[in-house]
């Protein structure tokens, strides 16, 4: 029995654990085990950022409806320029998604293809801002500064998809869209809640 049928989803593994075992455990987290090779690739490709402080900007989600548009992109990475000493932002993603992403000043973008050495990269950083619900769970794994954004969504019996594949951890700040896409929304109010967070890094 689901004892929260619109509830986040780690309630229902606990249900099925629950179900399963007759009891449920007083702790759980989420656990990646990164390769050393990918441990290292990474690290060759930050190692020239010096002390600079790394945001994992990650642009597009699974589906279209959480990529941002090429106006939010521009306009993020333009907030950041204005911190080019102290920041350094990492584009993450796709290679196929991300590859059109014009790059300049304190902005890269992780060319490796292999998901542990973009997940050893969000492990390096101070900040994770992203729409994909993959890298929002990663970021839990590692307890990560996050803001993740989700646009409006139903799913299931009537849940809300923000409640259901929330983050779910202190350490993040889940935005609630109105919109149903990502890009409609307006481009101030999403760079808003970075600035937010970049001052609690920086200060």
Partial sequence: ??????????GKCLDLLLHLTGKIP???????????KNKKEASAIIKGLGSKKIIAFVPYGSVSSRF???????????YFSHYYNELHVMIIGEQSKIKD????????????PSFFTAAQIIKESVLVISPDTSIVH?????????????????VGDGADN?????????NARQIRLPNERLSD??????????KDETYKILN
Avoid at 101 to 112: A, T
């Fill in 68 to 78: 941002f548009s090429d106006e939010q992109i521009y306009s993020i990475l333009g």
């Fill in 138 to 154: 990663l970021s839990k794994a590692f307890n990560k500064r996050m803001i993740c954004f989700y646009p409006s969504k139903v």
């Fill in 26 to 36: 007083n702790s759980y987290d989420y656990v990646v085990r990164i390769p050393e």
């Fill in 162 to 170: 923000a409640d259901v594949w929330g983050p779910n951890y202190d």
């Fill in 1 to 10: 029995m689901i004892s929260q049928p619109r509830g986040h989803i780690s």
């Fill in 101 to 112: 992403i014009k790059v300049r000043g304190n902005v890269s973008k992780n060319l490796s």
């Fill in 185 to 194: 929304t307006n481009t101030e109010y999403i760079v808003s809640f970075i």
